[in-house]
């Protein structure tokens, strides 16, 4: 039986996995799909809002020649964080369950890797690391699970000559507007509010107002997506409704935590705000043994937690983990 399993293989997942093996235990991270999943599955040519340092774990630089750190470089980074400390991480193993004998303090995770089950795991202790990108906010209306309908965005080239229409109005709504834009699609923006977010990088914000401005990208704003069909996106703006041509349609309308995951693992959630019950302090659940870490915490506002940030929780809560297991301090 393991001391403890991670399940996760991001950054708070593999700074988690980094921190248990100093404190001498016993761990396994299982990842769903490849190693830091969800940066693997950002926009191709993505380049992050934060400097180099920001992103380090375990203490090991990630050297780059930018102010602002790219995609690349990051998967390069994690690659060579996981090989340097060695990290007992298994990827593709899909968790569809964890459940904990209250009598015995064990918990069971059951998972599947390639379609198939797995066999079960037993840990003393579960820390969720699982993130919030593989879960997009749907706006559930009619058309939305269309061919040619995504909640992500890749790169833009495949949308040269095309119609586009963005559903967003926070960051990656604006930059993927603009890389569309000027990459020969025509876009059109579409968004709920009366104007863009306020968390829009500084550098994008007037690019995109600008943008906006001469009519290089369209915009609808008080806009209410009512229905997807095959060549278009039906909104309503004002009590009118108009029909807004689209070869394509991106709906970047944010992302949230497995709730449903985080229920079957007993654990209990704001129904408002999507935030798990915890402690700030030990980032335990109500779950004795169940801890949190990285953005699964956010709920369903997912910007105050970040790498930034989230990278810390795993020394924080291991340093729990081995008094209480080991009887050491990590």
């Not at 375990?58 to 340097?84: Q, W």
């Not at 960051?171 to 993927?176: C, I, L, P, T």
């Not at 968004?191 to 609808?220: F, M, Q």
Request: proline share 5%; charged share 20%; net charge negative.
């Amino acid at each position: 039986m393991l001391d403890l399993v991670i399940v996760g293989a991001g950054p708070s997942g593999l700074a988690t996995a980094i921190a248990a093996g100093q404190a001498g235990l016993d761990y396994l991270v299982l990842e769903k799909g490849v190693l830091v999943n969800s940066i693997y599955g950002f926009p191709a040519h993505m380049v992050f809002f934060t400097t180099p340092e920001l992103l380090e774990i375990g203490g090991v630089p990630l050297v780059s020649p930018y102010e602002k750190p790219t995609r690349i470089e990051a998967l390069r980074y994690y690659r060579r964080v996981c090989d340097k400390f060695e990290l007992r991480v298994e990827l593709g193993r899909v968790v569809t369950t964890v459940t904990r004998d209250s009598g015995a303090g064990v918990f069971t995770i059951a998972s599947e890797a390639g379609g198939l089950r797995a066999e079960d795991v037993h840990a003393r202790a579960v820390v969720m690391a699982t993130g919030y990108f593989d879960h997009p906010n749907r706006l559930g209306v009619p058309g939305e699970d269309l061919p040619h309908v995504s909640h992500y965005y890749g790169d833009a080239h495949s949308s040269y000559r095309q119609r586009v229409v963005v559903v967003g109005g926070k960051n990656s709504a604006a930059e993927a507007a603009l890389e569309l834009y000027r990459s020969g699609a025509s876009v059109t923006l579409v968004h709920r509010r009366a104007t863009l977010g306020a968390s829009i990088k500084y550098w994008v914000k007037p690019d995109i107002d600008n943008r906006i401005a001469e009519g290089s990208i369209a915009a609808r704003f008080n806009a209410h997506v009512l229905e997807i069909t095959r060549d278009a996106v039906m909104v309503e703006t004002g009590g009118a409704r108009e029909a807004l041509p689209a070869d394509r349609v991106l709906l970047l309308t944010g992302y949230h935590a497995d709730f449903d995951l985080l229920r079957a693992c007993g654990a209990t959630i704001d129904a408002d705000t999507g935030v798990p019950t915890y402690d700030p302090a030990t980032l335990e659940s109500n779950v004795p043994n169940l801890f949190f870490a990285g953005g699964v915490v956010a709920g369903k506002d997912t910007a105050p937690i970040f790498i930034e940030n989230g990278r810390f929780h795993g020394e924080r809560l291991v340093k729990v983990l081995a008094e209480r297991l080991k009887g050491v301090t990590a």
